[in-house]
């Protein structure tokens, strides 16, 4: 049984008030899983390492709590509901039916087969000759008479003229003829739709120059052409961002997260990068001309898989 002291504890380590949903419980875990994530923090700082992933485990037991604890009452609010339910539905059973008398047995016929009669073999009568018109009689009939005399032969010996259908019926031409070649032409194939690599509005080209951006997430989207110049982006969440030819001059992107970033001929001249994760970026053809990236020739900017074919060096070089 979870005491109401530990709930309370949980809600405080999420920045909630007791009660709050499952909902709130989620969004609100998400955001501190991700500032207080421990790839955001610079690999040789043990300290804040450690508080890192101290706070991480924190937050990640009252989630759990409070998540086991609204399972738990989801449950057995069910359960009550269900037995509500079954109690209002389920109508009373029958007394069972009393069982049927037995059936009186029929006394068994005896079977007697009947006594074979002999009959006298005839001969094969031939086959009785067809119905054949009248013959007209040797004198003269009245022609009304006669007229009468073959109209009531021919309604009794001929068959009944069948009804003849109101509607046209289909002639064999009014069919087209069906095709003896196959078509040459090619079936298309069925292509699977292109998911946009970007998403979120569109944001190339928009004007941020001095901008206070801290801590915001720009994940996946398209911030191709924008003027980034002086603006803070500190702790900011760029991963897969485009800010290819952006103009990111003297911007503070102190420990932003920039995974597979493109920086393509983006202007990063004297913009901080301390503490930036850079890993699978592409900084072909940037210009980090007097940029900051470490302290006494100790790099503070990881670069795992980075692309710098072309780019301008803090000190000026091109890395080829």
Not at 98 to 112: I, N, S
Not at 194 to 203: F, I
Not at 264 to 270: F, N, P, V, W
């Amino acid at each position: 049984m979870v005491r109401i002291n530990e709930l309370n504890r949980c809600y405080r380590v999420l920045g909630l008030k007791p009660g709050a949903s499952l909902d709130e419980i989620n969004q609100a875990y998400k955001d501190l899983a991700r500032q207080w994530h421990p790839d955001r923090v610079p690999q040789d700082d043990s300290e804040r390492q450690h508080e890192a992933h101290e706070k991480l485990k924190e937050i990640n037991e009252a989630r759990d709590l409070l998540r086991s604890c609204h399972a738990k009452a989801g449950a057995k609010r069910n359960q009550t509901a269900s037995k509500s339910t079954a109690s209002k539905s389920t109508p009373p059973t029958p007394p069972p039916a009393p069982p049927p008398p037995p059936k009186a047995t029929p006394p068994k016929a005896t079977y007697h087969p009947p006594r074979a009669t002999y009959q006298t073999p005839t001969a094969a009568q031939p086959p009785k000759p067809a119905a054949q018109p009248p013959k007209p009689a040797a004198y003269p009939l009245h022609p009304y008479l006669r007229s009468s005399y073959y109209a009531a032969y021919e309604t009794q010996t001929s068959p009944a003229p069948e009804p003849k259908s109101p509607y046209p019926q289909p002639q064999a031409s009014d069919y087209p003829a069906y095709p003896t070649q196959t078509p040459t032409h090619q079936v298309p194939k069925y292509q699977t739709p292109q998911v946009p690599k970007y998403r979120g509005p569109d944001l190339s080209g928009s004007d941020f120059q001095g901008a206070n951006l801290k801590e915001k997430d720009y994940a996946n989207r398209n911030l191709s052409d924008a003027n980034l110049s002086n603006a803070d982006l500190s702790d900011a969440f760029l991963h897969n961002v485009n800010l290819s030819h952006a103009k990111l001059f003297r911007a503070k992107l102190f420990r932003a997260n920039l995974l597979q970033a493109d920086l393509s001929y983006a202007d990063l001249r004297e913009a901080n990068l301390m503490g930036a994760d850079l890993s699978g970026a592409n900084l072909s053809g940037a210009d980090l001309t007097g940029a900051r990236v470490g302290i006494n020739n100790r790099l503070m900017v990881k670069l795992t898989g980075a692309n710098l074919s072309g780019t301008i060096m803090p000190d000026g070089t091109i890395h080829s």
